[in-house]
């Protein structure tokens, strides 16, 4: 057994891309093992959706008749959800691939988007400047919250949205430091990968204008001084 100056050392030498991957491998098999078993009505009616045994359109019924027309249709599923058309793509597919539940599809696809979550809230928070150990922390505790541990564990739809927009949140500090377009573009990017995931992304907007107006209000004050 470890003593607690042997953990802290070992701590030490883990540079942070380990020690994030470390949390976010340990959290999936804590998933895996404790996932929940039965869900809530709207996991079943997404999952029936997709696998073609409820008409989702059935829904939509008062919408405005552009908007109808406007939601896709794919041989295998009655309607995809105008609001997360991406998820039911890609849970199809590979459940029509592996033969396997959809239902399943998206519970995995949310143990594991939980779990790299992790690994990029660390890094968002070092990038805030917050000490290495107040990193783990606010990770750990993040983790061990109970909207996180829920989501990532059932077959609900925010996991994936969320962990595009800390990736692109973390993209969007980095640009900040630098003004590096790039890395602005891959912001860009991963806002609207989120948006195809869950359409209630987009606000995600209005936090990204906020932002590049305080950055380039400090990079004119700073032309000034």
Not at 85 to 114: E, R
Request: charged fraction near 10%; aromatic fraction near 18%.
């Amino acid at each position: 057994m470890l003593n607690q100056s042997e953990s802290l050392k070992v701590f030490s030498k883990l540079n942070d891309r380990t020690l994030a991957l470390c949390i976010a491998i340990l959290y999936f098999f804590y998933l895996a093992i404790f996932k929940i078993e039965i869900h809530t009505w709207e996991s079943y009616v997404y999952a029936d959706s997709i696998s073609g045994l409820f008409d989702l359109a059935k829904q939509f019924n008062g919408l405005d008749p552009l908007l109808k027309k406007t939601l896709a249709n794919y041989s295998g599923i009655n309607f995809y959800h105008p609001n997360h058309p991406l998820l039911h793509f890609f849970s199809f597919q590979i459940s029509s691939l592996l033969n396997y539940s959809v239902l399943a599809v998206v519970q995995f696809f949310n143990m594991l988007f939980g779990s790299l979550s992790l690994y990029f809230l660390y890094f968002l928070l070092i990038q805030l400047k917050v000490s290495r150990s107040s990193s783990v922390f606010g990770t750990l505790l993040f983790a061990s919250s109970n909207i996180l541990m829920y989501q990532a564990s059932s077959g609900e739809v925010y996991i994936l949205p969320m962990f595009f927009l800390l990736v692109a949140t973390l993209r969007l500090f980095e640009y900040g430091e630098n003004q590096n377009n790039l890395k602005l573009w891959e912001a860009s990017l991963w806002l609207g990968t989120a948006a195809s995931f869950h359409l209630l992304a987009v606000v995600y907007i209005l936090v990204m204008i906020t932002y590049l107006f305080q950055v380039h209000q400090k990079k004119d004050m700073h032309s000034l001084i």
